[in-house]
């Protein structure tokens, strides 16, 4: 379950040029809803594998995180907050795998040791971030990576 693109028209700086968008991918939690759903038949706890994914996908599912030449920038939307914006300088900053948790995250880390993840991705556009940030691009436009 891919969400459609977002417009980060409103985001960009000045002659700021988009070179790569995307958005969570949540098919992956599908699994985990399908053992919650039968693990209700036969404990009362298996409530909880159906609610844990189910409100995970609510947190993250309208998040949306693009790179441009200048920046690298996330869009969260929690539950209770308005949205806000996450913005690192591309200067200086490395992009690395963040795989041990089981979740498919590109965590970009700042000489400063400031963060941003993008969670949720296909594997390929993983790899695919982290191979090519480090040689500004080619990126395709809109996450057309599978």
Known sequence: MTMPTFDWTAYLQQGE??????????????PYVAMGLFGLTFAPHGLVLLLLPLGLAAVFARDAYALTERR??????????????????????YAGPQMNSGWRTVMFTAPDRKTISFRFLSRGV????????PKGGPFPHEGGVK
Do not use: C, D, N
């Not at 040029?17 to 599908?30: D, T, Y």
């Not at 993983?126 to 940030?133: D, M, P």
């Open 72 to 93: 690298i920038l996330a869009l969260r939307h929690p539950l209770t907050r308005a949205a806000r914006l996450e913005s690192l300088p591309r200067a200086g900053v």
């Open 17 to 30: 040029q988009l070179m790569w968008s995307g958005r969570p991918e949540l098919a992956g939690f599908w």
């Open 126 to 133: 993983q790899k695919h971030l982290i191979a090519e940030y």
